[in-house]
C-alpha cells in the first residue's frame, strides 16, 4: 500500500500516525480520520497526503505508479466498507473529493460530489434508492460540477439551460422539477460538454475519479488560492491533500438534511450551538445561498422571530444524536468546532470537523468561558488568541448617540463598525482603496474571485446568503465587518446604482454598516473607542503574568503616548523627535536652523525651538508619570525639511530675512541623492552639534521640571540613532552628558539618565562590543538595519517585494515580519556581543517588527528585555510576548 494514501471510517482506520497529522493529511483529513477513531459516524474513505501535492506539481502533473496502486486499494476500502461497487451498473458507490490543505482556506480550492455516476451507473442509483428524481438531479449536479471544476466549461452554460427548462414549464424553483426533467437536463448538459470539448462526457468512473484528484491539486495553484496565501501568510510549499469519501445524501426526500454548525456562536462566543441547515439538500446548496438556511435550534429561532422550524423541532432524533456528537467533539478536541453534518434517511453523517473559525471577540469570550469550565488551562487560552486578531477589537464601534438614517437591514456576520463609498466590485474597490479612500464593498454575493477587492474594503454588504456564506466567513477571518444576506438591497450593475429598501442609491454615495447588528444606514455614523475591559482585560492580566519581555510604545504625541498607556505600555521605547518639527509653527524656525550659513544662524532659530521642544518632553514625562521614555536625538534626512515650492521659499525668505535667492542656493547644496545613507541620524549631531545640544537641553530641562513638580523619579534615556562607530558614540555622549551637567548646576538638581543607541546600521552590529564601552542600552532599529542589511530601500520596496514573497524569494515582507535568518543574526550577534562588554546591558527593539507576534518570537529567543510597539500594537505585542515566553 502506498505510503501516501490513509484511510479513513468503515471500522479500517490507517494505524499510521500520519494520518492524523495536520502537514501530511491536511485538516479535513486529519480531522476525519480522528473523528472515525472516537467512534462518530463518519462516511468511509481515504486521504491523499499533502506531499503528493508538491510532486505532482513539480513532476509536469503527472501521477507515479505507486500513488495509482494506493488509491486503487482506498476505492477497494471504500467499496467493501459501503457494499457497493465503484462503476457498477446494479449498486454504485458515489464518492465526494474535495481538498483540504494544513489550515482552511474557505471556498478557496475545489471540490467535486456524485462523482461516480454515467449513464449506466445513474440507472443503478435510481433503481437502488427507489427515487429516480434524486439520481437524475445527482447526475445533472455532477456533470456540471466537474465540468466547472476538472473540465474548465463555464458554469453558467448549465445555469442557463436550466432556466430554460424551468420557462418552458412554468416552474420558480427547482424542487418543482420531476424525474424526467432532470433526465432532459442531464442530456442538454451533455451536449453542452460536447460541444465545448469536441468530445463526450467522461463516462469511465476511473478517468472521472483521476480528473478530480489532478484537479484538486491544480486549485492550489489557482490564482485565488495564491492571493489568500499571501494574505494569509500560508507557504506555498505545504499543498493540499485529497479526500475522496463515500457519498452519503441530503437530498433523498423529507428525511434527509444537511447543514453547517458551530458548537459555539462563532461571532460573539455566546455558548450556545449555532448553524444553519437545510431539508432534502446537499451540502453545497447550504453555502451557496440559493435557499435560505434554517436556524438549527428552536432558541435561535425564537429568538430571530423566524417561522420555518428548526433542526430540533423537525428532526428532533437526529438532532439529539448531533448535539451529543456536539458535546464529545468539544471534550475531545477542548475547542469550538466547526461541523458539517448530514442527514441522509433520519441516520446522521459527520463529513467534517475542524477548529472554527471565529471573530477576536468570540475567540476572547470562547478562551477565557473554557478556563472558567476547566476545559483549558490559563496558557493554553493564552496560546489560543491570535493576538493580531486583537486588532479587531481595538477599533471603534458605533456611537449610541449619533443619530442614524437607517436603510436596511441584513444578517449581523461580522462586528465592527465601517463607513466608506459604495463600490460594486472588487478592482474599484482595490482602486479606490489604494488612492486613500475607505470604501464599502455591495455585491449581491461575494465570490473567492472578490478576496482582493473584500481586503481593501473597510466593509462588506452582500444581498443573498446566510452566515455560513463565502461573505461571512472570510470576512469574519479578515476582521472586516459585513452585513449578508441583506434582501432589501438590490443593484443595478448597468448604470452602477443601487436601492437599499426604498432608498435610491449610486456607487460613490457613503453608507454606513454595522455588522454586530446587521444595520444598514445612510452617510457616516460617528463611532466611539473600544473600552479594553472584560474577556480582553482578563487575558490581559493572564498574559501580563506569563510575559518576560516588557512592551513599551513608539510615541511622541501625548495623545499616542496616552492611547498606548491605556493599552498598557510600560514605556516609551522610541520618540522620534524629528516628528515634532514638521508642526506648522515650527517647520519656519527648522529651516531657518537647517539653511542657516553658520553656527551662530542655527543658534538663533534654535532657541526659537527650545521652549517648544522642552514643553514637548513635558508633557511626555507627566502622561507616563515615572515610566521609562527613550526619546531618540533627530535622525531624518535633511532634505525632508527643505522648502520645496517658490511659495515655500517666499514665505520662509519673509519669516526670517534672508533673500530667496541665498535660501535656493543654500538648499541646492544640502541636495543629496540617496538621502537614506545621506546627511542624518547621528551625521547631524556630528556636523551640527548644536542641535543636538538645544535637545538634550531641553530634555534634561523638562525631566527636571517635571520631577520637581510631581516628586516622582523621571529616568530620561537619550538615543543616538544611525551610529556606525563607536567614536560617533563617544563624542555626541560627551555632549550630552556636558550638557545634563550643566542644566543640573543651572537647576540645582541632578537626575539618573541613561545615554544609549539604536543598532539599525551592520557596522553598528558588528562592532556592538566597541560601541557598549560607551551605551547604557541597545534599541535594534531593525527598519533600517534591514534596509542597509537587505540593500532595499524602504521607500521603494513596495513596487517590487511582492514579487519577492509571490516567489517565495522571502516567506513574508521583511519590512513587516524580521528576516530572523538573515536580519536576526546581526541582532543575536549584537546582543551577545554587548553583553560580553556590558553585561545586563539593556537590549529592546523598536523597528516596526516590534508589534510583529513572529519577530516578537525572535526577541524572547534573543533574549531582549523589551519590544516597542505603535500605540494600537501593543495589546498585540503583550499577548505575542506572553506567546512566546511560553514557546
Ligand atoms: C528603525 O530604523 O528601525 C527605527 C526605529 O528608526 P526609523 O524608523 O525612525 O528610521
Ligand atoms: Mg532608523
Known sequence: MSAYVFYFGGGANSTDPRSRDKTIAGGKGANLAEMAGIGLPVPPGFTISTEVCATYNANGKSFDADLRAGVAAGVAHVESS?????????????????????????????????????????????????????????????????????????????????????EDNGFYADVELEAEHWQALVGEYKAIVEKALGRPFPQDVHEQLWGAIGAVFDSWESERAKVYRRLNDIPGDWGTAVNVQAMVFGNMGDTSATGVAFTRDPATGEKAYYGEWLVNAQGEDVVAGIRTPQYLTKFARERAGAKPLSMEEAMPEAYTELAAVFELLEKHYKDMQDIEFTVERNKLWMLQTRSGKRTAKAALKMAVDMVGEGLIDEATAIKRVDPMALDQLLHPTLDPKAE????????????????????????????????????????????????????????????????????????????????????????????????????????????????????????????????????????????????????????????????????????????????????????????????????DGRRAALAKLLPEQRADFQAIFEIMAGLPVTIRLLDPPLHEFLPHSDAEFAELSDAIGIGVETLKRRAGELHEFNPMLGHRGCRLGITFPEIYEMQARAIFEAAVDVALASGEAVVPEVMIPLVATKKELSILKALVDRTAAQVFAEKGKVLDYLVGTMIELPRAALMAGEIAEEAKFFSFGTNDLTQTTLGVSRDDAARFLSAYVEQGIYARDPFVSLDVEGVGQLVELAAERGRKTLPGIKLGICGEHGGDPASIAFCEKTGLDYVSASPFRVPIARLAAAQAALG
Not at 462503476?87 to 471540490?111: C, E, F, K, Q, Y
Not at 427507489?130 to 437524475?136: D, L, M, S, V
Open 82 to 166: 459501503t457494499g457497493r461497487k465503484f462503476g457498477d451498473t446494479a449498486n454504485p458507490l458515489l464518492v465526494s473529493v474535495r481538498s483540504g490543505a494544513r489550515v482552511s482556506m474557505p471556498g478557496m480550492m475545489d471540490t467535486v460530489l456524485n462523482l461516480g455516476l454515467n449513464d449506466e451507473t445513474v440507472q443503478g442509483l435510481a433503481q437502488g434508492s427507489g427515487n429516480p428524481r434524486f439520481a437524475w438531479d445527482s447526475y445533472r449536479r455532477f456533470i456540471q460540477m466537474y465540468s466547472d471544476v476538472v473540465l474548465g466549461i463555464d458554469h453558467h452554460l448549465f445555469e442557463d439551460a436550466l432556466e430554460i427548462v424551468k
Open 404 to 599: 442614524r438614517d437607517y436603510l436596511g437591514k441584513g444578517l449581523p456576520a461580522s462586528p465592527g463598525a465601517a463607513s466608506g463609498a459604495i463600490v460594486l466590485d472588487a478592482e474599484t474597490a482595490q482602486a479606490r482603496a489604494e488612492r486613500g479612500d475607505s470604501v464599502i464593498l455591495v455585491r449581491v454575493e461575494t465570490s473567492p474571485e472578490d478576496i482582493h477587492g473584500m481586503h481593501a474594503a473597510k466593509g462588506i454588504l452582500t444581498a443573498r446568503g446566510g452566515m455560513t456564506s463565502h461573505a461571512a466567513v472570510v470576512a469574519r477571518g479578515m476582521g472586516r465587518p459585513c452585513v449578508s444576506g441583506a434582501s432589501s438591497v438590490s443593484i443595478d450593475m448597468n448604470s452602477r446604482t443601487l436601492k437599499i429598501g426604498t432608498r435610491d442609491l449610486k456607487e460613490g454615495d457613503i453608507i454606513t454598516l454595522d455588522g454586530a447588528t446587521g444595520d444598514i444606514m445612510g452617510g457616516a455614523v460617528p463611532t466611539i473607542e473600544p473600552e479594553l475591559v472584560g474577556d480582553f482585560g482578563t487575558l490581559m492580566v493572564w498574559a501580563d503574568k506569563h510575559r518576560r519581555m516588557k512592551v513599551r510604545t513608539n510615541a511622541e504625541t501625548p495623545e499616542d503616548c496616552r492611547t498606548a498607556r491605556s493599552f498598557g505600555a510600560e514605556g516609551i521605547g522610541l520618540c522620534r523627535t524629528e516628528h515634532m518639527f514638521f508642526d506648522a509653527g515650527r517647520i519656519s524656525a527648522v529651516r531657518q536652523m537647517i539653511l542657516a550659513e553658520d553656527e
